[in-house]
């Protein structure tokens, strides 16, 4: 189940099919990178291609599930700037822009790391400025992110207007 808000009924009926009690509740589930790990593995899996090379997706992918547990554990070591603390940075900020990117860049038939916004922004993190374009004459909405210390330039386009900004030009 995707992390959100729900609401759980229960009714509990005698064998005559008489309702005898009902209670509700609201709850809030959140996705957390182990339960992702654990219960979503082929999505993250393609949310790591995002910042991992080939070989080491596929070897994730053909592992069996204990040579499996060292691999990922392999993956976010390499990366970890400062090893000798508890907490991965790397890991930590992947995360961050993968929840970032699903609350922000969504549409509904897309999870918004799986569009074209979401996936630079996990790959790059924020842009150091936004121009957003959404009521041009003679346009469709568009975004243009610049990126300065790296030089980029990304230009998205909602050509449908379903909020599905489209990777058009990257300079």
Do not use: C
Request: charged content about 30%; hydrophobic content about 30%.
């Amino acid at each position: 189940m995707p992390g959100g808000e729900y609401e759980a009924k229960l009714t509990l009926k005698n064998r005559k099919g008489k309702k005898i009690a009902s209670a509700k509740t609201e709850f809030t589930l959140v996705q957390t990178p182990l339960s992702m790990y654990r219960f979503h593995f082929d999505e993250l899996l393609r949310q790591l291609e995002l910042i991992a090379n080939p070989s080491e997706v596929n070897a994730l992918e053909d592992a069996d599930s204990t040579t499996r547990d060292s691999l990922w554990e392999d993956f976010w070591k390499k990366r970890d700037p400062t090893p000798s603390t508890e907490l991965n940075e790397v890991k930590e900020e992947f995360f961050k822009r993968v929840q970032y990117a699903n609350e922000n860049f969504g549409t509904p038939t897309k999870r918004g790391w799986e569009t074209d916004r979401g996936r630079v922004y996990i790959t790059y993190g924020q842009p150091n400025e936004i121009e957003r374009h959404p009521f041009e004459i003679n346009t469709y909405p568009y975004e243009v992110w610049y990126y300065y210390s790296l030089g980029l330039t990304f230009v998205f386009v909602d050509t449908f207007g379903d909020g599905d900004y489209q990777l058009r030009e990257t300079r």
